[in-house]
């Protein structure tokens, strides 16, 4: 209901990937505090053409996909293995418009950009890539009870709606 109060772009973004008639496809590795998971459930809910896919997967063929997403916590400064792995056993991603995007406690914004090259090497075509700070009470974290408590928060849904909608939406005429 709050953003029908909005009359700004976030209400026009959140009904973009709603009405498109692509269809998407994302990945994604979550564990830690289900962070990635929330994001994406959040970020991706009431939007018919969205499939998310928990990692590992017996999932291989994305050749009906317009867009492939693949999305991960950080873990020791790497996306998951299996984020790599699944690019690596893809089928149909030569020529498809590929994004990626990362949770993690600090938040830097390389790490988003972790699978590109893999994504170039199966012959995707890189759009993007978001980074999210999201709840961390990994290792010393943990003794003062994590950091970016509350997050994702309501912010990082529609920021990362809009991501994903002005990828699509640079397409969708295609
Ligand atoms: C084993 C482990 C290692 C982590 N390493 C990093 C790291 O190197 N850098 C960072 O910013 N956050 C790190 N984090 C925090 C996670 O990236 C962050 O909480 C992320 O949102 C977890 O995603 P998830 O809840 O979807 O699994 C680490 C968390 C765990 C459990």
Redesign the pocket.
Known sequence: MKFFKLKNKKYIYLKKMETTHKKIIIFY?????????KLLEASCANCSNVELIQLPTERTDVSGYDFIGFA??????GMAKEIYEQIEKLKGLEGKHCFSIA??????EK?GYYPKNYIIKKGGLFEGALSIK??????PFKLIGGINKNKPNEDDFNNTKRFIDNIVMKYENE
């Open positions: 590795y979550s564990y830690h505090n289900m962070n990635t998971k991960s916590g950080i873990y020791y400064l949770t993690s406690g600090m938040g830097f790490f999201a709840y961390d009470a990994f290792g």
